[in-house]
Structure formats: structure tokens, C-alpha cells
């Protein structure tokens, strides 16, 4: 490699030698340093961008960073390193654990409600016929589901016009009812979207558990959440190595 002068005798490096590491393209070097997520390059007398190892460390950080803390958040701890503001940084990182953390109990509420759905399912058939609120059916009213539920009547039409939950109508009064599985959906959505869920994202699930006429794709989504919380873990993990190596170079 070439010995920049003005560099302190550390190696010059070329925009596509950091990117070839990466498998990134020349421009999103570039661009990367522009967006100050690399310190600012060094210049040839002819113009051309010079970077050193320290941009190398620089782009091996923010890549690591990037899995866990997401692209914007990335971004912003490395600017932040690189004007100096490395306090700032530690409070975006300790943010990011902190909504880990968050998401792991939510996940744990989740599997609560879910180990608490079928016994609960079974209690509520056995008080339905002594409630009010119930239709003669024994299935229930959209009040007295919405409250215990904790959510308003609105939602659980909202719910209804997105094709997760099903009730039918009474044709004597053409109240909504919702029989056993209308009420188990309720709850399956509920839970959901206490988890983070969006809508589009629970309806095929609905559909699944509609098809297996039980809660194991419900399972194996709570599997797969525990799975993408243990990779952002590792990953946070993988990204705060590259950055005190970062960090550490820097000086």
C-alpha cells in the first residue's frame, strides 16, 4: 500500500479498498462519509478521496452496528462518535438495549396470556350461562367482550372489518355475536398487538389458526419472536466489539 504523507505514516487506503471488504460499492463509501459515518477523507493534490485504517475500522463499526440498532440508529451513534459526542452515542445504544429489553417482555406477556388462553376460554363457557351480557347462545356480546378485553367496541369492529374476528349477527336484534372462535380470535388479535404485531402482519396468522383449528402457529410465531430477540441480542453484542475496537483506534 502507499504511505499518504500527510496521514502520520499510517497506510492510504482507496475508496475501493473499503468497499471490497464489505462487498459494498465505491459510491456507498462515499456516501457513508458524506452522511459523517466515516470521518471526513483525506485529498490527493489531484482531489481524489484518501481514507486510513481508522475509516476502515470506522466502516467495520457502523456495518456491525447496523443488525441491532437498525440503519437510522447506526448512523446516528457513529456521527455522534465522530464529532466527539461519544456520551451521546452510549445513550443511543443503551436505547436500543432498553427496547430489547422491552420486546422480551412483552414476548413474556405473550406466552403468559397464551398459556392462560384455553383455561380461561374453559372458564368463561362455564360462566357465560350466569352473566349478563350473554346471548342465549352462550357466546357473547360485543360489550362485555371489549371490556374484557380492556379495549373499546370500536377496536374489535376495526378488528371485524380487517377480517380478524368473525362474530355473527343475532337476527332477532342484529347485535354482534361472538361465538367460541370469534372469542378466541379476540384474544389471539389482542395479545398480538400487544406484541408489536401490525394488522397485516396478524391476519395471516388469524388464518392459520382458523385452518389448524388450534393455537400452534401461534406457537411457532412466539418461536420465531424468540428467535429474531435472541439475534438482535447477539447482535448488539457483535456491534458494541467493532465499536470500542472503534473507539480504541480513535484514541
Given at each position: 500500500m502507499e504511505q499518504n504523507p500527510q496521514s502520520g505514516g499510517r497506510a492510504r487506503l482507496r475508496p475501493v479498498d473499503l468497499a471490497r471488504e464489505h462487498g459494498l460499492s465505491t459510491q456507498a463509501v462515499r456516501n457513508y462519509e458524506e452522511a459523517g459515518i466515516l470521518p471526513a477523507a483525506g485529498r490527493t493534490a489531484h482531489g481524489y478521496r484518501t481514507y486510513t485504517p481508522l475509516h476502515a475500522s470506522a466502516l467495520r463499526a457502523f456495518l456491525a452496528l447496523v443488525p441491532g440498532h437498525g440503519h437510522r440508529t447506526a448512523a446516528s451513534i457513529m456521527r455522534?462518535?465522530?464529532?466527539?459526542?461519544?456520551?451521546?452515542?452510549?445513550r443511543l445504544i443503551d436505547e436500543s438495549h432498553a427496547q430489547l429489553?422491552?420486546?422480551?417482555?412483552?414476548?413474556?406477556?405473550?406466552?403468559?396470556?397464551?398459556?392462560?388462553?384455553?383455561?380461561s376460554a374453559q372458564s368463561d363457557r362455564g360462566a357465560r350461562g350466569e352473566q349478563g351480557g350473554m346471548s342465549g347462545s352462550g357466546a357473547m356480546f360485543i360489550g362485555p367482550l371489549a371490556r374484557q378485553l380492556g379495549i373499546r367496541p370500536a377496536t374489535l369492529r376495526k378488528w371485524e372489518r380487517a377480517g380478524l374476528v368473525r362474530p355473527r349477527r343475532d337476527q332477532r336484534t342484529g347485535y354482534r355475536v361472538y361465538d367460541e372462535a370469534a372469542v378466541?380470535?379476540?384474544?389471539l388479535v389482542h395479545q398480538l398487538r400487544r406484541g408489536g404485531y401490525l394488522l397485516e402482519q396478524i391476519a395471516p396468522l388469524i388464518d392459520q389458526v382458523r385452518a389448524a383449528g388450534g393455537?400452534?402457529?401461534?406457537?411457532a410465531a412466539l418461536r420465531d419472536w424468540q428467535d429474531r430477540l435472541s439475534a438482535r441480542g447477539r447482535a448488539l453484542l457483535a456491534g458494541a466489539a467493532e465499536l470500542e475496537a472503534y473507539l480504541r483506534d480513535r484514541g
Open positions: 455522534a462518535v465522530n464529532r466527539g459526542a461519544v456520551d451521546e452515542a452510549f429489553l422491552e420486546d422480551r417482555r412483552t414476548l413474556r406477556a405473550v406466552e403468559s396470556a397464551l398459556r392462560d388462553l384455553e383455561s378466541r380470535d379476540a384474544r393455537l400452534q402457529p401461534l406457537e
